[in-house]
C-alpha cells in the first residue's frame, strides 16, 4: 500500500541539501509595503522543485505474471509502467514523474532496433528530465546498460536501470521494491555525476562493469568493479563521491538524418572448450566482420587454433568464459616477430560486452591499433 509518511534521506554531512522536501506550488499572497507598491515574490516551484524523474519502460520479470504465486518460472511479461507504478509506495514528495513505454518485451528479445529505440528515449530525455529509470529485463541488462554507458554522455543526470528476478506475481516479487528505490536513487542528488547506474536487491552498481552471475537468485548482480553503494530502510549510502568509469570510450553514432537506425556490425561469440579445433572459426570468419573468444583460463586456446587466428583478416577478441577475472595482452598469441596483429585482449570485459565494444569500433571504422587503445581503457588491447 502506499506509504504517504516515508521520507528519503542520504546519509552525508550535508544533510540539509540531501533531504527531498515538498513544498507548495501556490503562489505567496502579496506582501504590501509601507510605500503600499506591491511586491510579489516568485512562486515557490520557480525557486525550488522537486526532481524531475522519467522511466522508459521495456519489459522483462520486474513486468511479467506467473500462473501461481509460489511460480518464479514460466512467466510472462503482461505489466507495463502504470501498473507497476500502482504496487509501489507513494514517491509525490520524492519527485515529478513521467513514463514512457518504449516496448514490453522479455530482454532476452531485446535485439539491435530496440537497443537502439532505448538509445533515442535516452537521448530524447536528457535535457528534460533530472534523472532516467530504465525498467528491464535481467538476462541482457548489463548489456544495454554498457551500450547506454559507451554511446551516451549523460552529463550529470544518473540514468538508472532496473528489473527483478521474480515476476510480479510471485508472493515475494522483488520489483515494486527495485522499481521504488530505483526512482529515489535516479531523484537523489548524490547519484548526478555517476551516469548509468544499476539498482538491483538493494544494491547500486556501476552499469559500466555490473554482471548477472547467477540465473535464480534474488542476488544475481554482482560485480568486483563498480559496487557503487546500497539502499537501505530508505537511506542512499554511496561509497565513493560521484565517479565515472575510469577508460569508458565514449562513441558518437552516426545516425542518418531522418531516420532512428544505426547499421551494427556483425561480431559472434565462440565458447572455449577442451577438444575446441578451429572448425567454428572457419564456419564464421567470412560471415562476420569480428569474432570474440570466451576462451578458457586467462587467454587459453589450442596453439593450432591460435595459429589460424593471427591469419584472418578481422579482428579476434580474446575474453574469458570465467565469470571473473582479465585477460592480458601478455596472454595474446604471437607472430614469429612477436605481433599480435589481429588479436585483441578484452582485458577486464566479459564476451558480450567485448562484442558491443568491438561492434562499436568497427561501426566507427577504426583501425585495429585503434580499436587495440579502445580496449587498453579496460586494461586489454
Not at 516551484?45 to 522519467?54: A, D, E, G, M, V
Not at 607472430?335 to 568497427?362: T, V
Amino acid at each position: 500500500m502506499p506509504n504517504n509518511a516515508v521520507e528519503i534521506t542520504t546519509i552525508c554531512s550535508d544533510l540539509e541539501n540531501s533531504q527531498f522536501k515538498l513544498e507548495s506550488t501556490a503562489p505567496e499572497e502579496p506582501i504590501i509595503s509601507k510605500s503600499a507598491t506591491p511586491v510579489i515574490h516568485p512562486l515557490l516551484s520557480q525557486r525550488r522543485s522537486l526532481p524531475r524523474i522519467k522511466i522508459l519502460g521495456t519489459g522483462g520479470t520486474i513486468a511479467s505474471k506467473a500462473t501461481s504465486s509460489s511460480a518464479t518460472a514460466d512467466y510472462k511479461v503482461d505489466l507495463t509502467i502504470q501498473d507497476m507504478l500502482e504496487a509501489i509506495p507513494d514517491i509525490s514528495r520524492i519527485c515529478e514523474l513521467e513514463y514512457e513505454q518504449l516496448c514490453n518485451v522479455d530482454s532476452k528479445n531485446i535485439d539491435e532496433k530496440i537497443l537502439m529505440t532505448i538509445y533515442n528515449g535516452i537521448s530524447e530525455s536528457l535535457q528534460k528530465f533530472d534523472g532516467i529509470v530504465i525498467t528491464h529485463g535481467t538476462d541482457s541488462l548489463a548489456e544495454t546498460a554498457f551500450f547506454i554507458e559507451s554511446t551516451i554522455d549523460a552529463g550529470e543526470v544518473p540514468i538508472v536501470c532496473v528489473g527483478s528476478m521474480r515476476p510480479s506475481s510471485s508472493v515475494s516479487a522483488d520489483g515494486p521494491m527495485n522499481l521504488y528505490q530505483a526512482i529515489c536513487i535516479a531523484a537523489d542528488s548524490k547519484s548526478r555525476n555517476r551516469s548509468v547506474l544499476v539498482s538491483l536487491n538493494d544494491q547500486i552498481s556501476a552499469g559500466y562493469y555490473i554482471t548477472k552471475t547467477n540465473a535464480n537468485s534474488l542476488d544475481s548482480f554482482n560485480v568486483r568493479q563498480g559496487y557503487l553503494g546500497n539502499f537501505v530502510n530508505n537511506e542512499i549510502h554511496y561509497y565513493y563521491p560521484p565517479v565515472k568509469p575510469q577508460g569508458c570510450h565514449k562513441f558518437k553514432l552516426n545516425i542518418p538524418k531522418n531516420t532512428d537506425s544505426f547499421n551494427f556490425p556483425d561480431v559472434c561469440i565462440i565458447y572455449g572448450h577442451q577438444g575446441i579445433t578451429s572448425k567454428l572459426l572457419d564456419m564464421v570468419k567470412d560471415q562476420y566482420a569480428g569474432i570474440v573468444f570466451a576462451t578458457m583460463g586467462a587467454g587459453s586456446l589450442p596453439d593450432k587454433v591460435n595459429e589460424d587466428c593471427l591469419e584472418i583478416d578481422i579482428p579476434v577478441v580474446y575474453s574469458k568464459r570465467s565469470m571473473d577475472g582479465m585477460i592480458p595482452r601478455a596472454n595474446l598469441p604471437k607472430d614469429a616477430n612477436g605481433d599480435s596483429r589481429n588479436c585483441i585482449a578484452s582485458g577486464y570485459l566479459n564476451p558480450e560486452k567485448s562484442r558491443i565494444l568491438l561492434q562499436l569500433c568497427l561501426a566507427c571504422n577504426y583501425s585495429i591499433d585503434e580499436t587495440k587503445h579502445v580496449f587498453r581503457g579496460v586494461y586489454g588491447g
